[in-house]
């Protein structure tokens, strides 16, 4: 994704591409006032949708992103958190805080992510670390929340037991207090006074500890199961008792066949550990994994990325659904485009955007709840959104790429803008072999490149905002993006090659066609620009071609004869869960229900080998071993990898339209 790999991907300035580095030597002398930035206007969210976070930030759940052992009750903001003491009899004692999914480095705690339900009623995981192994589970009963941490069967790195420690404090400055009273913590605070009760017996658990804990705790050394609860004390069975039952209601609650099963509880729970609340706006949403948020202040959200989780969430909380692709919108800058990224301190991609998903998303949500003021909420940024695209990132009639650096706040920290590497991203496709050797305009800000699959993205785009317009009774624009998407169409068609039966990439500066391909040169499925004939060639001869997509793991994110598959290096070669859905969608577009089934087959088998053996939702996924943990450079729990096992859901549930 664009930006967050620019620092791995140095190389990427290749021989072949023009690249304008602007002067940021100077840049970098500028005096900044402040780690945030300037503060632009949002409109305010209608009343439907201020209903709906208010309903998302209440009650108990894995809120905080800096910790997936981290309970927090909204809104007062009061935290209880889980960490772990390595005890030894000589030096080597350490202290696990904020434990997250995913870290790779030496030593670094194991999290193996269990069962996490929409509004956190359940969740579980299991963590190794030190040697020791153990299972941290949560529930509901009523307003209250019940913790179990209990040790598993482990080969530790020391003779002592390990001390469990439950802290308990107030985060992002609500107001609160927390006192150890004989065996309670008393808490005062927005909502008013709680008890907080362990199970926690002897005198040794009152032991004095010296580590970093920010307030009052229970602490006792693991050797058996230490139960937590809020509200009144209960016992350790009373407590295993409330797990058992909430754990059983979720495992209840997904009564689809036992493949579509296992890929909806893998969504329910990528997306359950990657929701957050985040502070700054006061919001509930989800980004992408927990490691990226936090390596960006907080959170981070990716254009694309966060209108897929939207996407996802529809199979089980409308609520978040709304959220994900509403938040995103309101990051839209004052040009009149959603940005790349937006992250904490209000720092945005000003120069570029991404991929335009937002519509078909958009309406794919209203089609499956019917929330008019949804519609109305999401068409005015997204019109603007669309105009944009036409008046700034048109040439010679085709959709191009592109990075303006002067776009205020320019951010001093992002090499990119202005560059070759900065339109490259704005396609989301980071080190894409597509765009090697292209030509970056230091004048126009555009990448002199006819992009297939940005174009057909587009018309999709247009397409789908001209049903909203008429849904809302605007003819005047239902008119306009129609014609709007029937001039990009005909742009796509001068692109199709009848000698290779496909549309290909055009470089405007040479005036040469391209001859890679991607699954974007597919996306014309998903705009309608093929016809039904041109469909079954590009199938037939390009799709199923072993030669070049298809096979036991599919599909690449270059064709497999491509000289820069081999490399497997994140777009250049690996498989993807945006890209396989979005193709997915186009094939739906046409009667290949064979071909249909087959792909969403193989998409799910790769999804689920990985899910089932270690519970990871991959980044991207090595096209020539279906492995995600091969590289470092796939995160091990994001959440759009669970698009593969998606289009299978899609697949079984809802026929082609």
């Given at each position: 994704?664009?930006?967050?790999?620019?620092?791995?991907?140095?190389?990427?300035?290749?021989?072949?591409?023009?690249?304008?580095?602007?002067?940021?030597?100077?840049?970098?002398?500028?005096?900044?006032?402040?780690?945030?930035?300037?503060?632009?206007?949002?409109?305010?969210?209608?009343?439907?949708?201020?209903?709906?976070?208010?309903?998302?930030?209440?009650?108990?759940?894995?809120?905080?992103?800096?910790?997936?052992?981290?309970?927090?009750?909204?809104?007062?903001?009061?935290?209880?958190?889980?960490?772990?003491?390595?005890?030894?009899?000589?030096?080597?004692?350490?202290?696990?805080?904020?434990?997250?999914?995913?870290?790779?480095?030496?030593?670094?705690?194991?999290?193996?992510?269990?069962?996490?339900?929409?509004?956190?009623?359940?969740?579980?995981?299991?963590?190794?670390?030190?040697?020791?192994?153990?299972?941290?589970?949560?529930?509901?009963?009523?307003?209250?929340?019940?913790?179990?941490?209990?040790?598993?069967?482990?080969?530790?790195?020391?003779?002592?037991?390990?001390?469990?420690?439950?802290?308990?404090?107030?985060?992002?400055?609500?107001?609160?207090?927390?006192?150890?009273?004989?065996?309670?913590?008393?808490?005062?605070?927005?909502?008013?006074?709680?008890?907080?009760?362990?199970?926690?017996?002897?005198?040794?658990?009152?032991?004095?500890?010296?580590?970093?804990?920010?307030?009052?705790?229970?602490?006792?050394?693991?050797?058996?199961?230490?139960?937590?609860?809020?509200?009144?004390?209960?016992?350790?069975?009373?407590?295993?008792?409330?797990?058992?039952?909430?754990?059983?209601?979720?495992?209840?609650?997904?009564?689809?066949?036992?493949?579509?099963?296992?890929?909806?509880?893998?969504?329910?729970?990528?997306?359950?550990?990657?929701?957050?609340?985040?502070?700054?706006?006061?919001?509930?949403?989800?980004?992408?994994?927990?490691?990226?948020?936090?390596?960006?202040?907080?959170?981070?959200?990716?254009?694309?990325?966060?209108?897929?989780?939207?996407?996802?969430?529809?199979?089980?909380?409308?609520?978040?659904?709304?959220?994900?692709?509403?938040?995103?919108?309101?990051?839209?800058?004052?040009?009149?485009?959603?940005?790349?990224?937006?992250?904490?301190?209000?720092?945005?991609?000003?120069?570029?955007?991404?991929?335009?998903?937002?519509?078909?998303?958009?309406?794919?949500?209203?089609?499956?709840?019917?929330?008019?003021?949804?519609?109305?909420?999401?068409?005015?940024?997204?019109?603007?959104?669309?105009?944009?695209?036409?008046?700034?990132?048109?040439?010679?009639?085709?959709?191009?790429?592109?990075?303006?650096?002067?776009?205020?706040?320019?951010?001093?920290?992002?090499?990119?803008?202005?560059?070759?590497?900065?339109?490259?991203?704005?396609?989301?496709?980071?080190?894409?072999?597509?765009?090697?050797?292209?030509t970056y305009n230091p004048q126009t800000h555009l990448l002199e490149f006819a992009d297939v699959g940005m174009t057909s993205l587009y018309v999709a785009d247009c397409d789908a905002l001209a049903q909203m317009a008429t849904l809302l009774e605007k003819p005047v624009e239902a008119r306009e993006l129609r014609d709007r998407a029937a001039r990009y169409r005909a742009a796509l068609a001068s692109l199709w090659s009848p000698q290779l039966g496909i549309f290909l990439n055009k470089d405007l500066h040479t005036g040469h066609l391209s001859t890679r391909l991607s699954p974007t040169n597919f996306y014309p499925l998903l705009a309608r620009a093929a016809t039904p004939a041109q469909a079954r060639i590009m199938i037939q001869k390009h799709l199923r071609n072993p030669a070049e997509?298809?096979?036991?793991?599919?599909?690449?994110?270059?064709?497999?004869?491509?000289?820069?598959?081999?490399?497997?290096?994140?777009?250049?070669?690996?498989?993807?869960?945006?890209?396989?859905?979005?193709?997915?969608?186009?094939?739906?577009?046409?009667?290949?229900?064979?071909?249909?089934?087959?792909?969403?087959?193989?998409?799910?088998?790769?999804?689920?080998?990985?899910?089932?053996?270690?519970?990871?939702?991959?980044?991207?996924?090595?096209?020539?071993?279906?492995?995600?943990?091969?590289?470092?450079?796939?995160?091990?729990?994001?959440?759009?990898?669970?698009?593969?096992?998606?289009?299978?859901?899609?697949?079984?549930?809802?026929?082609?339209?």
């Amino acid at each position: 994704m664009p930006l967050r790999h620019g620092f791995r991907f140095v190389f990427l300035f290749l021989a072949g591409a023009l690249v304008c580095l602007p002067d940021f030597h100077a840049q970098a002398t500028q005096q900044v006032s402040s780690h945030l930035a300037p503060a632009t206007p949002v409109p305010a969210p209608s009343p439907q949708y201020r209903a709906v976070q208010q309903r998302l930030a209440r009650g108990w759940n894995t809120w905080d992103v800096h910790s997936v052992t981290t309970q927090v009750l909204l809104p007062s903001g009061l935290a209880i958190h889980v960490d772990l003491l390595h005890n030894t009899t000589e030096g080597g004692d350490a202290f696990l805080r904020n434990p997250l999914i995913g870290r790779l480095e030496p030593g670094a705690e194991k999290v193996t992510p269990g069962p996490h339900a929409w509004d956190g009623s359940f969740t579980s995981l299991r963590i190794d670390w030190k040697g020791h192994s153990f299972a941290v589970e949560s529930a509901h009963d009523g307003p209250d929340l019940v913790l179990l941490v209990s040790p598993l069967p482990s080969h530790p790195a020391g003779a002592l037991p390990p001390t469990v420690v439950f802290s308990v404090n107030f985060l992002w400055n609500r107001p609160g207090t927390a006192v150890v009273q004989g065996k309670v913590i008393q808490t005062r605070g927005g909502a008013g006074t709680m008890s907080i009760y362990c199970t926690c017996a002897t005198e040794r658990d009152a032991q004095q500890l010296t580590v970093p804990i920010p307030g009052p705790y229970f602490a006792a050394d693991l050797v058996s199961p230490v139960g937590l609860s809020t509200g009144r004390p209960r016992a350790l069975g009373e407590i295993q008792r409330i797990l058992l039952r909430q754990q059983k209601a979720l495992h209840n609650s997904l009564a689809d066949p036992p493949q579509s099963s296992q890929i909806l509880d893998a969504i329910r729970t990528a997306l359950g550990w990657d929701t957050i609340y985040e502070p700054e706006k006061q919001r509930v949403f989800s980004p992408v994994s927990r490691l990226w948020s936090v390596s960006w202040g907080g959170y981070v959200l990716f254009d694309w990325d966060t209108f897929f989780a939207a996407t996802m969430a529809s199979t089980g909380d409308r609520d978040l659904a709304y959220a994900d692709a509403l938040e995103t919108l309101r990051e839209e800058t004052p040009e009149g485009f959603v940005p790349n990224y937006a992250r904490a301190g209000g720092w945005k991609s000003s120069d570029r955007s991404e991929p335009p998903v937002g519509a078909i998303t958009v309406l794919g949500l209203y089609r499956r709840y019917h929330d008019r003021w949804f519609l109305g909420d999401a068409f005015q940024p997204l019109l603007s959104w669309n105009r944009w695209w036409d008046q700034h990132r048109s040439l010679q009639g085709y959709i191009v790429l592109g990075s303006d650096p002067a776009n205020p706040p320019v951010n001093l920290d992002d090499s990119s803008r202005g560059t070759w590497q900065g339109a490259v991203f704005e396609s989301g496709l980071d080190n894409s072999p597509m765009y090697d050797g292209t030509t970056y305009n230091p004048q126009t800000h555009l990448l002199e490149f006819a992009d297939v699959g940005m174009t057909s993205l587009y018309v999709a785009d247009c397409d789908a905002l001209a049903q909203m317009a008429t849904l809302l009774e605007k003819p005047v624009e239902a008119r306009e993006l129609r014609d709007r998407a029937a001039r990009y169409r005909a742009a796509l068609a001068s692109l199709w090659s009848p000698q290779l039966g496909i549309f290909l990439n055009k470089d405007l500066h040479t005036g040469h066609l391209s001859t890679r391909l991607s699954p974007t040169n597919f996306y014309p499925l998903l705009a309608r620009a093929a016809t039904p004939a041109q469909a079954r060639i590009m199938i037939q001869k390009h799709l199923r071609n072993p030669a070049e997509f298809w096979g036991r793991w599919v599909i690449p994110s270059i064709a497999r004869n491509d000289p820069a598959f081999h490399d497997q290096n994140y777009w250049r070669g690996r498989i993807w869960g945006p890209m396989n859905y979005l193709v997915y969608l186009g094939l739906r577009n046409y009667d290949e229900p064979a071909v249909r089934r087959d792909f969403a087959q193989k998409s799910a088998a790769l999804f689920l080998q990985g899910w089932q053996s270690k519970g990871h939702v991959h980044e991207n996924y090595n096209a020539i071993t279906g492995s995600g943990d091969d590289v470092a450079s796939s995160d091990r729990f994001y959440h759009w990898g669970a698009l593969l096992g998606y289009v299978e859901v899609l697949e079984q549930s809802s026929p082609a339209q």
